[in-house]
């Protein structure tokens, strides 16, 4: 783990930071790359670059997510309007546009957070190479 994600998750109260390590895990594990800060107060796995057919062209993390003072911020990269299914054995959440919002990972079940991870990693490369940075 590089030096600037642990100096993160030291600012992190102790239960948020132990939420975290078992999302860096799993991110890890089901991405296959290390984590990384991929934007203010975000960790993300993977990266990839983007081109739409309007000329708007960026880069983003595949999966990621936000370890915030209120909730876990998950930005699973998946259209999440065709996620329901997994949605519906999530638990306790909200949702935004392209992100979902957990109180608590305790919370939520494990494997569908895990299935959205997963879902938003096939949707990404199926569309655009994806790379460790």
């Known amino acids: 783990?590089?030096?600037d994600v642990v100096?993160?998750?030291?600012?992190?109260?102790?239960?948020?930071?132990?939420?975290a390590q078992q999302l860096i895990a799993m991110g890890e594990r089901i991405s296959g790359f290390p984590v990384r800060l991929a934007g203010p107060g975000i960790l993300g796995f993977g990266r990839y670059a983007y081109r739409y057919a309007s000329g708007h062209?960026?880069?983003a993390a595949v999966i990621a997510f936000a370890p915030r003072?209120?909730?876990l911020v998950l930005?699973?990269?998946?259209?999440l309007e065709e996620a329901a299914e997994v949605l519906a054995h999530l638990g306790r959440h909200r949702r935004g546009k392209g992100c979902v919002y957990l109180?608590?990972?305790?919370?939520?079940?494990?494997?569908?957070v895990e299935?959205?991870?997963r879902r938003g990693m096939a949707e990404i490369s199926a569309l655009w190479p994806v790379t460790p940075q």
């Open 1 to 3: 783990m590089n030096t």
């Open 7 to 19: 100096e993160f998750l030291g600012q992190l109260p102790p239960a948020r930071a132990e939420e």
């Open 57 to 59: 062209a960026g880069s």
């Open 69 to 71: 003072k209120a909730d």
């Open 75 to 79: 930005y699973p990269s998946c259209a």
């Open 103 to 112: 109180r608590r990972l305790e919370d939520a079940d494990p494997a569908a």
């Open 115 to 117: 299935a959205l991870f």
